[in-house]
């Protein structure tokens, strides 16, 4: 069938990820949170940068390397002055970058992670809440959260996961995948019941 109406959604992450590791201060794992605080060794011709992260218990400090021994030109001018300004907007820019934690092999502690869906369309039809038989919902979570992809249709719908489970089951819905794209499609193939308004 062909969709009617193509509605969009961007998981985003609403605060920095915390990490999970050893501390040297408690000696054992613990979790570390993003100070906001970036350290710049500028040493003869080559530049370290690092993001400072601290035990939410003892205060102990670990830092996670964003340049190691880099020549300063190829570091662009804007982003050098964030980090000696302690920019916090580039600072919760690299605390929910998967990809800058995969780097420094660290642990994200995925089970308190704040997140917000953000609706990228607007539409101005008046029922901008309402789904109906005909949409094709486009989740996208670029920012790469663990978070569990029927977890996420059930918030985006509205309903329980034995719910949405059931919808899929008699055909309401079709949940599909794109894992490469990190995307996940819901499409609304039959009108939903009253009982089942979203
Ligand atoms: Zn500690």
């Known amino acids: 069938m062909s969709y009617l109406r193509k509605i969009e959604y961007r998981v985003i992450p609403e ?10 201060g ?7 949170h993003n100070t906001n ?4 060794n500028a040493n003869g011709n080559k530049v ?3 993001l400072i992260y601290q035990c939410v218990r003892c205060k102990h400090t670990s830092n996670l390397t964003i340049y190691e021994r880099r020549s300063p030109k190829s570091i662009l001018q804007d982003e050098y002055e964030k980090f000696l300004s302690n920019s916090k907007e580039l600072a919760f820019e690299y605390g929910t ?7 420094n092999r660290v642990e994200v502690d995925w089970s308190h992670i704040k997140y917000a869906f953000k609706r990228e369309t607007s539409l101005m039809d008046g029922n901008e809440q309402l789904f109906h038989k005909g949409d094709l919902l486009v989740i996208s979570n670029s920012y790469l959260l663990k978070i569990r992809s029927d977890k996420i249709v059930s918030e985006i719908l509205n309903v329980t996961r034995s719910k949405m489970k059931e919808m899929e089951r008699l ?3 079709n949940v599909t995948e794109k894992k490469q794209e990190h995307k996940i499609i819901i499409k609304l193939d039959r009108e939903l019941c009253n009982e089942d308004t979203i």
């Open 26 to 32: 408690c000696g054992c794992k613990a979790t570390f």
């Open 15 to 24: 605060e920095s990820f915390e990490i999970l590791r050893n501390c040297a």
């Open 48 to 50: 370290d940068v690092w």
């Open 37 to 40: 605080s970036f350290r710049v």
């Open 97 to 103: 970058n998967s990809q800058f934690f995969a780097r």
């Open 171 to 173: 055909g309401i819905i």
